[in-house]
């Protein structure tokens, strides 16, 4: 992981983000909604006055009305807030993966889960966001937003169908959103299932 991290810092000309000498306090905020308090919880995680925030609609599929609120609602926390668009991005790969690096707190909305996942692995952003979690960035994630830095998690759809949705596994974690909304009487189950999640690594 080390020698990858230092590839990949060397190939964005980075040096800030060097190997850390003390432990690094790790912060990821899973949610199942994303309202101003969610929000400025998340940057007050980050220990800064104004944070630089980074707002993703992907899983809106960057659509006009949900880059306009994010960007109304980043401002009311941060001086710093940018909404960073993956479907129509204004900056190359390596920008992005700089950009991430960059962040103190990076923040995913709901959505269509297999939007996001697909866009985040079109852009190989895997590796950036692990390397900034490893560094104090503050990870966090609203519903399919939070899936996705996780293993995988149940995503609800029309008619009672949950479908298991993989994410990048930047955090060590599986999560289900909405959880407490009582139609996930079956997860429990097959997470100790064991033919059911315990077999998603094999």
């Given at each position: 992981?080390?020698?990858?991290?230092?590839?990949?810092?060397?190939?964005?000309?980075?040096?800030?983000?060097?190997?850390?000498?003390?432990?690094?306090?790790?912060?990821?905020?899973?949610?199942?909604?994303?309202?101003?308090?969610?929000?400025?919880?998340?940057?007050?995680?980050?220990?800064?006055?104004?944070?630089?925030?980074?707002?993703?609609?992907?899983?809106?599929?960057?659509?006009?009305?949900?880059?306009?609120?994010?960007?109304?609602?980043?401002?009311?926390?941060?001086?710093?807030?940018?909404?960073?668009?993956?479907?129509?991005?204004?900056?190359?790969?390596?920008?992005?993966?700089?950009?991430?690096?960059?962040?103190?707190?990076?923040?995913?909305?709901?959505?269509?889960?297999?939007?996001?996942?697909?866009?985040?692995?079109?852009?190989?952003?895997?590796?950036?966001?692990?390397?900034?979690?490893?560094?104090?960035?503050?990870?966090?994630?609203?519903?399919?937003?939070?899936i996705i830095l996780s293993h995988a998690g149940l995503t609800d759809f029309p008619n009672d169908r949950y479908d298991l949705i993989t994410g990048l596994g930047v955090v060590d974690c599986y999560f289900c959103p909405h959880y407490e909304g009582g139609r996930w009487k079956e997860f429990d189950a097959?997470?100790?299932?064991?033919?059911?999640?315990?077999?998603?690594?094999?």
């Amino acid at each position: 992981m080390r020698g990858l991290a230092a590839v990949l810092m060397a190939a964005l000309g980075l040096s800030v983000l060097a190997a850390p000498q003390a432990k690094v306090e790790r912060k990821a905020v899973f949610c199942g909604g994303a309202g101003d308090w969610e929000l400025s919880k998340c940057c007050a995680l980050s220990g800064k006055e104004n944070p630089k925030l980074l707002l993703f609609c992907t899983a809106n599929g960057d659509a006009a009305w949900s880059v306009e609120g994010a960007a109304k609602q980043g401002a009311k926390f941060t001086a710093n807030a940018e909404v960073v668009k993956l479907f129509e991005p204004e900056m190359t790969a390596a920008e992005l993966r700089a950009k991430i690096l960059s962040a103190d707190v990076v923040f995913f909305y709901g959505g269509a889960t297999e939007k996001l996942a697909e866009r985040l692995s079109f852009w190989h952003l895997d590796d950036a966001l692990c390397l900034a979690y490893a560094h104090g960035t503050v990870l966090a994630g609203f519903s399919a937003g939070a899936i996705i830095l996780s293993h995988a998690g149940l995503t609800d759809f029309p008619n009672d169908r949950y479908d298991l949705i993989t994410g990048l596994g930047v955090v060590d974690c599986y999560f289900c959103p909405h959880y407490e909304g009582g139609r996930w009487k079956e997860f429990d189950a097959l997470l100790e299932a064991p033919k059911g999640w315990g077999s998603y690594h094999d």
